[in-house]
């Protein structure tokens, strides 16, 4: 069960409606925007070389330096078009990355919000929070540098290939048996290089998972005297870390090697034949007329920007492949959140009757199998009823409290709420009806006001009175505005519990309350206070309680004791 008084209904779209819109998003537009707008500016760079080339011949045959001017001009223009334009699309394509981040995140954290506490299947709370934090990050230089490098690699070299191929089919046919080898072998070198990142970020995750898992039961380990096989377990783990991130490193200086040698050779050879061209020893070529110095400069000065755009694609190969593992861990958390029941709630009013609750011959048992905690179970609380289970540790009190909330489903019966049939397309409208109270709310770090409204809009006044039926009213005015630290740090156990039930007090929706231990490991003083305004708020609303106090149970209409009979 969620520790907050609020239970939580399921919201948000399906992960996979989500990723078919992916293609029409804004984010997307933009980051194809941005690549047009770069390869533009790579683009510009042949009317800069066809001048300078123009300059440079009239100079040769003895044109004053005043013929240079307009070709300087032109060539200071374009390179100020070709700043802006890049600019501009490295900063769209920033945004666009972020934005693209933020929506995933936003959809993985949504689905995980969904997902039930009592789902085993969920991921760990540090591979969870390595995902969204730490390994998402990774997406941004992928969308934002790999996508547009990949674009400019596939338009700007066929481009520049038709620039130089009318003056000499001997370059271009160079450049074009050089260039697919490029591609080629990073292709080859990406298969490795995406299973590789996979690794590394699975073991990153496990390694995040297990180190928060360990901080939690700090005390219990040194009360165990396992500090030491923890810390050599960590000591493992970080060592398996190393090795896979130096593979992965490995194959992204390779790829970048293999560039290198490639784009080398290329403008080698073309640089060779122009050469040989201009000193007359090569004559072929040049489509049965000699290129000349204007020409043989122009292809010369193409080449190296005909192998830029593969070279900065080898730059961000392995963007490529981390960003694509972080993709698909985002996509994984979004898929399995959407697994879970409910559906989108619109917020409405609290009906003026009570709902009934029923349970109909359920049986169910703990995933892993063991034996049934319900066996043909039945239940029937009348609307507005207050009911309390009793039982030992371990007799499904919490189980019970799970099954009405639909957190958990039946193997066998039927939950019904309000005379409706709990199934997975309506268990989020159902549970946005209820309320939760356990013996250990979460506490966010902030003011006693602000754990109350939870980003409700609730005005002062309605803050005011859910404080005092609390009974917090001389805590708050004690307090002020003092912030409380994450966890309920600077608050007592009775006045957190008593905070969830301020909670509970400004909520207009809730007809049902489920209430699990709220007295548990109080004083007696304050599981009176506790019971007197829980009793209190549940007026005209269905109250089932999972308690051991035999006080508090005794306030109830009726007690049901869960290895036994039903008592009034």
């Known amino acids: 069960m969620v520790d907050v008084s609020i239970l939580p209904a399921a919201t948000g779209k399906p992960a996979a409606e989500a990723s078919a819109r992916k293609a029409a998003s804004p984010a997307a537009r933009a980051l194809r925007l941005a690549s047009l707008l770069q390869s533009l500016a790579s683009l510009l760079w042949a009317p800069q070389a066809a001048l300078l080339s123009y300059a440079v011949a009239g100079m040769a045959t003895g044109s004053g330096v005043r013929e240079a001017v307009l070709p300087a001009v032109g060539i200071v223009a374009f390179g100020l078009l070709r700043a802006l334009c890049d600019a501009a699309g490295s900063r769209m394509a920033f945004r666009a990355a972020r934005d693209e981040l933020s929506r995933l995140r936003a959809a993985a954290a949504e689905s995980l919000a969904r997902r039930s506490p009592l789902d085993i299947a969920r991921p760990a709370s540090g591979l969870a929070a390595s995902v969204l934090a730490e390994q998402a990050e990774t997406v941004v230089p992928y969308l934002s540098r790999f996508q547009p490098a990949r674009m400019r690699a596939v338009v700007v070299p066929l481009v520049l290939l038709g620039c130089i191929v009318p003056f000499s089919w001997a370059a271009g046919l160079v450049l074009a048996v050089a260039a697919p080898l490029i591609p080629l072998f990073m292709a080859l070198i990406g298969l490795g290089a995406k299973a590789a990142s996979e690794e590394q970020l699975v073991e990153l995750g496990g390694m995040n998972a297990f180190l928060l898992d360990r901080l939690r039961g700090l005390a219990t380990i040194r009360s165990l005297g396992a500090v030491d096989a923890t810390a050599r377990r960590l000591r493992a783990d970080a060592e398996s870390l190393r090795r896979r991130t130096m593979v992965v490193l490995r194959i992204a200086f390779l790829s970048s090697a293999v560039l290198e040698l490639f784009s080398a050779l290329g403008v080698a050879m073309v640089a060779g034949y122009i050469g040989f061209h201009l000193l007359g020893v090569f004559s072929f070529g040049s489509w049965g007329e000699p290129l000349g110095l204007g020409r043989g400069l122009f292809i010369l000065l193409l080449a190296p920007a005909f192998f830029e755009p593969l070279r900065e694609l080898s730059a961000v190969w392995h963007d490529r492949a981390s960003g694509q593992a972080a993709l698909a861990a985002l996509s994984r958390l979004a898929d399995e959140g959407a697994r879970i029941v409910g559906a989108d709630v619109p917020e409405a009013a609290r009906s003026s009757a009570a709902p009934a609750l029923d349970l109909h011959t359920v049986s169910f048992r703990h995933a892993g199998g063991g034996a049934a905690v319900f066996d043909g179970f039945d239940l029937h609380v009348v609307p507005g009823e207050h009911v309390a289970l009793f039982a030992p540790s371990g007799a499904g009190k919490s189980t019970l409290l799970a099954l009405?909330?639909?957190?958990?489903?039946?193997?066998?019966?039927?939950?019904?709420?309000?005379?409706?049939?709990?199934?997975?397309?309506?268990?989020?409208?159902?549970?946005?009806?209820?309320a939760y109270v356990g013996q250990a709310p979460h506490i966010f770090a902030g003011t006693l006001a602000g754990n109350v409204t939870l980003h409700r809009d609730i005005g002062r006044e309605g803050v005011t009175g859910a404080l005092e039926a609390a009974r917090l009213g001389d805590?708050?005015?004690?307090?002020?505005?003092?912030?409380?630290?994450?966890?309920?740090?600077?608050?007592?156990?009775?006045?957190?519990?008593?905070?969830?039930?301020?909670?509970?007090?400004?909520?207009?929706?809730?007809?049902?309350?489920?209430?699990?231990?709220?007295?548990?490991?109080?004083?007696?003083?304050?599981?009176?206070?506790?019971?007197?305004?829980?009793?209190e708020l549940a007026r005209g609303r269905t109250l089932v309680l999972a308690t051991h106090d035999a006080r508090l149970a005794a306030r109830m209409d009726r007690i049901v004791y869960l290895g036994g009979e039903a008592r009034a």
């Open 404 to 434: 009405l909330a639909g957190l958990a489903r039946p193997e066998a019966g039927q939950v019904v709420i309000g005379g409706e049939v709990m199934t997975d397309a309506n268990a989020g409208r159902l549970r946005a009806r209820m």
């Open 475 to 535: 805590v708050a005015a004690m307090r002020g505005p003092a912030p409380i630290g994450e966890g309920g740090r600077g608050l007592s156990g009775g006045e957190a519990l008593r905070l969830a039930l301020a909670r509970l007090a400004v909520d207009d929706h809730a007809d049902i309350i489920l209430a699990d231990e709220p007295t548990a490991h109080l004083d007696s003083a304050t599981a009176a206070e506790v019971s007197d305004a829980l009793v």
